[in-house]
């Protein structure tokens, strides 16, 4: 008779801890549809509608089964549209780099959710091995090759890493925008510097059948905060925190679900954290000390 007792009062704390779980996700479901059928999710730096569907496609996949909802791609035409998106509430969700996330933050009050932290994510300064440059101070009167404006390590942390040196980004040095071509123009003489994310760095050196031999790392910058998920301001923060977890419990399907695509091969050995604003502090210092403050 007391084995049994026992045994039905097992399956009553059973029953009460799965109905426990199941009301919350009821709750949640319920919460998040009420809102809206579908989440409406952009990547900062990526245009158009065909590189979000290369890129990003099996990551939307994953992420609609993690939140238990459809999402849906928002193409953007620049790396700062998503700013109006977020503050007209056209768009939900934003995969943003540091740069763009204070953007973000300042113009549309997004609310950062999760950070990706990329291992050894921090700008160097290359230049080719036989060149006489050994130090930042030497690259005045020269050409650098830099990624895109407003890029976090291709941009705003070189500028930083060249100010703290003595140098002026507008009189000193030549900047040259080339997107992805820096190393080629590096290695063809065209410029005498060129400016990349450390973890990027080997990626591209192979893709252009490059070794590491024939350039010099002369400067290396301070380690930079993650590309962070944003989540529209309008959201309820009880929503927004269950969004928060429920990415974190599932990073792992989350960041395997990125890496099929090679352009995300950075990600590779990253965790998702709780996104922290006073990360992206390093970021604004930036922009005020371009006299970009007024951007933000």
Excluded at 16 to 21: K, L, R
Excluded at 44 to 50: I, K, P
Excluded at 202 to 219: H, M, N, P, Q, R
């Amino acid at each position: 008779m007391r084995r049994r007792k026992l045994f039905i009062n097992f399956l009553l704390l059973i029953g009460g801890c799965t109905s426990g779980i199941s009301r919350k996700n009821n709750n949640y479901n319920k919460s998040l549809k009420s809102r809206s059928k579908v989440i409406k999710f952009a990547v900062a730096d990526a245009t158009g509608l065909e590189e979000l569907q290369r890129n990003y496609g099996a990551f939307c996949t994953t992420l609609e089964a993690v939140l238990g909802i459809a999402i849906e791609f928002f193409p953007v035409e620049n790396r700062t549209a998503a700013a109006p998106a977020l503050q007209s509430g056209q768009v939900d969700i934003v995969l943003a780099g540091p740069s763009e996330y204070v953007i973000f933050n300042s113009r549309a009050q997004a609310i950062p959710i999760v950070a990706i932290q990329r291992l050894d994510y921090y700008p160097i300064i290359v230049v080719r091995a036989d060149s006489k440059i050994k130090s930042l101070a030497q690259l005045k009167g020269k050409k650098i090759a830099m990624r895109t404006t407003g890029s976090t390590s291709g941009h705003l942390a070189p500028i930083k890493m060249l100010l703290d040196a003595g140098l002026n980004s507008k009189t000193d040095i030549e900047i040259l925008m080339l997107g992805n071509q820096g190393v080629k123009a590096l290695n063809k003489g065209e410029v005498d510097a060129w400016t990349i994310a450390s973890d990027r760095y080997k990626i591209i050196l192979e893709s252009e059948g490059l070794s590491e031999k024939d350039f010099s790392v002369i400067a290396k910058g301070t380690l930079l905060p993650g590309d962070v998920f944003v989540i529209n301001n309008q959201w309820e923060s009880n929503i927004i925190e269950d969004v928060r977890s429920r990415m974190l419990e599932n990073q792992d399907k989350l960041l395997k679900s990125l890496l099929v695509a090679t352009v995300n091969q950075p990600y590779e050995g990253s965790k998702m954290i709780p996104a922290n604003d006073a990360d992206y502090n390093i970021i604004r210092e930036v922009y005020q000390k371009i006299g970009q403050g007024s951007f933000l």
